[in-house]
Structures are given as structure tokens and as C-alpha cells.
């Protein structure tokens, strides 16, 4: 097994800046850094040490005191309070024995001082100390970076998930509301038949209603729980249609046999408000969707309109094509819906008070809203003059397929 061996920090190539006005110690300190292994960087003042310094970016300096223009002492000051050579290892070289030059150095930053005529080994063994003093420098210097790098990192995420949070909560609370909402709307809208079950039920089981009472009782206990099982209906399918996705459906639907179906469904609501239906208009209309989903939003279109119309009124229908869409327009004569519900209408909780004649509308304004946003489409309203409103429902046409390609 071939086994590697790690470079000491002390034996790994440096660059080193040697700075002496002398020819003669520049090229003595010039072989001793070469037979070391370390590339000499030469400079003869102290202006020239420091335009080096950017140039080369050496590893250590061997600096002496004694220069003609800027001498050792300011180049050391000069180094020390630069920001990216501060931490720099500098040995003071010179013919300078007196104590105080030493403290000078020492207090301005120098790592060591030696004094002139230079022992060869002692310089030696400083050269290679400084050098591995800088080495582990480095090393400690790399990695705070990296620990201060990854700790902006990982703030950021905190700080990423804290907002992912902070934004799951208020959606939890939104959600939270939504639901108080929406369980307060339906207990407001099971009340009035419940109340109409109730009272009818105790009529019925008390034993001196008279017959015509009672065949009253009987009338106003099976429209409540008529009106009732409406809602619950209404309640199951909103939720139904919140959770469904509405990519899976492939099924293709005519928009004559769904309308057929709704008519036939709402001719009894029909009858009892005095309004007439709309004639069924044969066509090959076809459209993405579940056939029984579409004629639930056509009955509850048709009942939305027949509650805004007038007794002895007639409902009208009108089918356009749109480029790829059909607008399927029901018009209703009676009643208007105010303005302050222009663009709540078919929210959840657009509606908060009775509008028209004859009890609330129920769930039916969202759900229809549900419905045809699940089959790609969308309704709206218009109010007509003098009166009255017209539902307009746009769907998605498939031209492609005839209704004798899909039996």
C-alpha cells in the first residue's frame, strides 16, 4: 500500500520580500531564501516594498531599519495598518542592537527582530517559523470565512423558513376563518327549515290539529326538508369540489341532454313560483366535463333564475359561440341584484342579506361559481332594464366529436 505524506507548513514554497537598500545582505539574504526553497522577491526602499506587496503578495518580509527615503520603521506602520496586510509576518533584520529600536519594531508589529551580522541557522529556524505561523494563520483565516459564509447561509434559510411559516400560519388562519365562516353560513341557512320542521312536527303530533291544518303541516314539513336536504346537498358538493382535481376528469358532456335534465329536475320549483321554463334548444354543443356535474349547475342556474323572476314571467335562453366558447345566457324578469354585489355575487360570503322576495338564495351562488370553474368556465350577471337579470354562463367548446362519435 503506497503510503502519502503531507508537505510541513514550514516546507511548503513561499514567496518572500527581501527589502535592503545593500546590494551585499539583498543577495546574502537572497541565498539563503533560495536554498530553502522559497522564491526571493527583491526591493531596494522601502516605497518600492510596499508597491510589492500588491504585486507579489508575498508570505513574509525581511525588513531592514536603515533605508534612505522611507526607512523600515514606516514601511512596518505602513503594513500594519493596511487592512489586507495586517496580519503579514515581518522579521526586522538590522545592524541596530539598541534596545529601544527592538521595542520600537516589536510595538509597531514586527514578529521578530534580528540583529546584523546574521547567524545563517537562526535565520533559518525564524524564516521557517514564520512561515508555518502563517500557514495555520491562513488556515484559521479560510476557515472563520467558510464558517461565516455558511452562517449567512444558513440565516438565509432561517430566515426563508420563517417566512414559508409565517405564511403557513396565515393561511391556516385564513383557513381557520374561512371555516368559522362557513359553518356560521350554514347553520344560519339549516335554521329557517329547521325551525320549519320543528314547528310543523309538533303541529302534526299534537292530537287536535284539525285536517286542513294538518294537510298544511304536512306541505310545510316536506318543503323543509326538502329545503334542508338542499343544502346538505349544496354543503357535500362545495366541499367536494374544493378537494377534487379537476385534471382527471376526461369525460365529455353535451350541454343539450344536461339541460334537459335540469328542466326536468326544476320544473316543480318552477311550477310552484308561476314561471315559465325556457324551451330546450337541440344542439351538438359538447364540452370537457362530468355530464351529471354540468346538469347540477344548469338546475341550480335555472332555480337562481326562476327566484329573481316575477309570478307569470317567462325565463329565456340564448346560446352564442365565441370563437372556442359558448355563452349560454339565462334572463330571469323581476328582480335586480344591487349594485354593492357587483363582484361578490358568487363568493362564499359575497351575500349577507335577503335581495329578493321569497327567502334567501341559499348556497346556490358560490356553488354555481364552483361548478363551472371546475368545467373550465366561468358565470357572470348582468342587470337588465327596466328590470330583471341575465346569467351568463361560458364554457369551453370541443368541435371535434359529435355526439354519434361517443356511443
Excluded at 531592514?64 to 526607512?71: A, R, T, Y
Excluded at 326538508?225 to 357535500?236: A, G, M, N
Excluded at 333564475?305 to 339565462?330: C, G, H, Q, R, Y
Excluded at 370541443?398 to 356511443?407: G, L, R, T, Y
Aim: charged share 25%; glycine share 4%; aromatic share 8%.
Amino acid at each position: 500500500m503506497t503510503q502519502t505524506t503531507s508537505i510541513s507548513p514550514s516546507h511548503r514554497a513561499a514567496t518572500i520580500l527581501i527589502v535592503d537598500d545593500i546590494e551585499t545582505n539583498l543577495n546574502l539574504l537572497y541565498v539563503v531564501v533560495k536554498a530553502l526553497g522559497h522564491t526571493p522577491v527583491l526591493a531596494k526602499t522601502g516605497r518600492e516594498a510596499l508597491l510589492m506587496l500588491q504585486k507579489h503578495q508575498p508570505d513574509l518580509i525581511l525588513l531592514d531599519i536603515l533605508m534612505p527615503d522611507m526607512d523600515g520603521y514606516q514601511v512596518l506602520s505602513a503594513i500594519r495598518q493596511s487592512i489586507q496586510f495586517r496580519r503579514l509576518p515581518v522579521v526586522v533584520i538590522s545592524a541596530i542592537t539598541e534596545m529601544d529600536s527592538i521595542v520600537k519594531c516589536i510595538q509597531l508589529g514586527a514578529d521578530d527582530y534580528l540583529t546584523k551580522p546574521l547567524n545563517k541557522t537562526i535565520l533559518e529556524a525564524r524564516i521557517q517559523s514564520c512561515l508555518e505561523r502563517k500557514y495555520w494563520n491562513d488556515q484559521e483565516s479560510n476557515y472563520l470565512k467558510k464558517v461565516d459564509k455558511r452562517r449567512i447561509l444558513l440565516e438565509k434559510m432561517i430566515d426563508e423558513k420563517n417566512n414559508e411559516l409565517a405564511a403557513v400560519y396565515q393561511a391556516l388562519n385564513d383557513i381557520n376563518k374561512t371555516k368559522n365562516e362557513f359553518v356560521r353560513i350554514i347553520s344560519h341557512e339549516l335554521r329557517t327549515p329547521l325551525n320549519s320542521l320543528m314547528g310543523s312536527s309538533k303541529y302534526l303530533l299534537s292530537k287536535g290539529a284539525n285536517q286542513e291544518l294538518r294537510k298544511e303541516s304536512i306541505e310545510l314539513f316536506t318543503d323543509a326538508l326538502e329545503q334542508f336536504k338542499e343544502i346538505v346537498e349544496h354543503t357535500e358538493l362545495l366541499v367536494q369540489l374544493e378537494l377534487k382535481n379537476k385534471k382527471t376528469q376526461q369525460n365529455y358532456a353535451f350541454i343539450d341532454t344536461a339541460m334537459s335534465i335540469a328542466i326536468h329536475r326544476i320544473r316543480k320549483f318552477a311550477h310552484t313560483r308561476e314561471v315559465t321554463l325556457p324551451e330546450i334548444i337541440s344542439n351538438d354543443f359538447l364540452t370537457i366535463g362530468d355530464e351529471g356535474l354540468l346538469a347540477k349547475g344548469f338546475e341550480c342556474l335555472l332555480k337562481l333564475a326562476i327566484k329573481f323572476s316575477s309570478p307569470n314571467t317567462v325565463l329565456s335562453m340564448d346560446f352564442n359561440l365565441v370563437e372556442t366558447s359558448l355563452k349560454l345566457s339565462i334572463s330571469a324578469t323581476g328582480w335586480k341584484i344591487p349594485n354593492k354585489y357587483k363582484n361578490s355575487f358568487f363568493d362564499l360570503f359575497g351575500i349577507t342579506e335577503t335581495i329578493i322576495p321569497g327567502g334567501d338564495l341559499g348556497l346556490i351562488p358560490p356553488l354555481l361559481n364552483s361548478i363551472f370553474k371546475f368545467t373550465n368556465g366561468s358565470i357572470e350577471f348582468q342587470n337588465l332594464t327596466p328590470t330583471g337579470v341575465c346569467f351568463t354562463v361560458t364554457l369551453p367548446m370541443i368541435s371535434d366529436i359529435s355526439k354519434s362519435d361517443c356511443f
